[in-house]
């Protein structure tokens, strides 16, 4: 099943995109939230109109709390890093994820604009898969892991890499306002099949910048639910961007940094293809 939010006359509505089109979730509803807290098919209105007519926002509109992400998740992107800026030995992985919070107010849907804020001149692409929390837990045992997970979605992990190296840390540098691109839609994990095989792609102006598979991830996703879990409550709607792959613009020989005009796509097998346009400052 896909999940998703566009935006009406009246704010947000949630829906189930099937292959007549989008259809309502019934008794309508702009949280998407409480549709996955739910659990099961929802049940919809039965009128579908064509998903070229609605705008799509991210699949939850209003975020409850900050996605949290696991950074250096990808071996070969953890190596082509260390190459770049020699802070660690290629071949040598975290041994534990390395968590942090992408700023709410960075939050984004597709088709939304991704503002080169004047502060960067270094500004940077992630194509990530993301995990949607579908059941409430803590101190979750990993074999238990997949029965939290209702599905995934994709994000557009934006980065000011000079602002990350500015403050010594990725906090500010990956949290600035429109730099959590989300969606398209969330997609159920029965329909998106293993997580931990899917190809995933990006592209600028139609240039594949990163071709890898989630079989490159360091931890798997049953690892980084139940680690994060520990002594921290997981809620419906909580999302965890899983890192990147290879491929990222500032590592490339010479860097391939985003631009005003340019056209990032994000696409991850199963899900959907997360596309954002660069623009000035208004």
């Given amino acids: 099943m896909k999940l998703l939010t566009y935006q009406t006359d009246n704010g947000p509505r949630v829906a189930v995109l099937t292959e007549a089109g989008v259809e309502e979730i019934v008794p309508e509803t702009g949280d998407a939230i409480v549709v996955i807290a739910a659990g099961g098919i929802p049940e919809t209105n039965g009128?579908?109109?064509?998903?070229?007519?609605?705008?799509?926002?991210?699949?939850?509109?209003?975020?409850?709390?900050?996605?949290?992400?696991?950074?250096?998740?990808?071996?070969?992107?953890?190596d082509e890093v260390a190459r770049k800026h020699a802070l660690r030995k290629v071949g040598?992985?975290?041994?534990?994820?390395?968590?942090?919070?992408?700023?709410?107010?960075?939050?984004?849907?597709p088709e939304g604009?991704?503002?080169?804020?004047?502060?960067?001149?270094?500004?940077?692409?992630?194509?990530?898969?993301v995990i949607v929390i579908g059941k409430q837990g803590i101190n979750?045992?990993?074999?238990?892991?997949?029965?939290?997970?209702?599905?995934?979605?994709?994000?557009?992990?934006?980065?000011?890499?000079?602002?990350?190296?500015?403050?010594?840390?990725?906090?500010?540098?990956?949290?600035?306002?429109?730099?959590?691109?989300?969606?398209?839609?969330?997609?159920t994990k029965d329909e998106a099949?293993?997580?931990?095989?899917?190809?995933?792609?990006?592209?600028?102006?139609?240039?594949?910048?990163?071709n890898s598979n989630t079989n490159?991830?360091?931890?798997?996703?049953?690892?980084?639910?139940?680690v994060l879990s520990e002594g921290f409550t997981l809620y419906p709607g909580d999302l965890i961007a899983t890192g990147t792959p290879e491929g990222v613009g500032f590592a490339m020989d010479p860097p391939g940094l985003l631009k005003v005009g340019d056209v990032v796509e994000c696409e991850v097998e199963n899900i959907g293809v997360l596309r954002n346009h660069v623009v000035a400052p208004k």
């Fill in 216 to 226: 490159d991830m360091i931890f798997d996703i049953a690892t980084m639910v139940s």
């Fill in 92 to 109: 040598v992985y975290p041994e534990n994820p390395v968590f942090f919070c992408k700023w709410s107010g960075s939050h984004n849907g």
């Fill in 140 to 187: 979750i045992p990993k074999g238990r892991a997949m029965d939290h997970v209702y599905g995934y979605t994709i994000m557009n992990e934006v980065s000011a890499r000079d602002v990350q190296r500015r403050h010594n840390q990725w906090f500010k540098g990956k949290g600035l306002d429109t730099f959590g691109p989300l969606g398209p839609w969330i997609v």
């Fill in 113 to 129: 604009e991704i503002v080169h804020h004047t502060i960067t001149q270094e500004l940077d692409y992630e194509c990530e898969l």
């Fill in 47 to 78: 009128k579908p109109r064509p998903l070229s007519s609605v705008k799509l926002l991210a699949p939850i509109a209003e975020l409850k709390r900050p996605v949290i992400a696991v950074g250096l998740n990808y071996k070969k992107h953890s």
């Fill in 193 to 210: 099949g293993d997580g931990d095989n899917l190809a995933l792609q990006s592209r600028v102006n139609g240039q594949i910048r990163q």
